[in-house]
Nanobody, 125 residues
């Protein structure tokens, strides 16, 4: 599976963005998708994950209540809605997929096998 994140940009604190993750392949609906981010000088960290049907989601405490992950399997798309953005949300955001044998959303980077190129989100104060 190939993944491509898009939708990033420059936004003021308190603003919103919607990131998209486009996936190729017929197995997309059978894959758990996660979102991760890497801020300047920081390690890559978990943001959110969504199960295969979209019924199960998992969020990092730092974004809970502000970010929402969703998916449209008919379009091979996963979305991450970012609300109430803060300067500390500035990062490159990546989407990633677990392999077909694993169907639980996971916060662990090592559990994701396929990674797309990221999209930059910059939040100004």
């Amino acid at each position: 599976v190939q993944l491509q994140a898009s939708g990033g940009g420059l936004v003021q604190a308190g603003g919103s963005l919607r990131l998209s993750c486009a996936a190729s392949g017929r197995t997309f609906s059978s894959r758990v998708i996660g979102w991760f981010r890497q801020g300047p000088g920081k390690e890559r960290e978990f943001v959110a994950a969504i199960g295969r049907s979209g019924g199960t989601t998992h969020y990092a405490d730092s974004v809970k209540g502000r970010f929402t992950v969703s998916r449209d399997n008919a379009k091979n798309m996963v979305y991450l809605r970012l609300n109430s953005l803060k300067p500390e949300d500035t990062a490159v955001y990546y989407c990633a997929s677990r392999n077909l044998r694993n169907f639980q959303p996971s916060p662990n980077l090592g559990d994701y096998e396929y990674w797309g190129q990221g999209t930059q989100v910059t939040v100004s104060s």
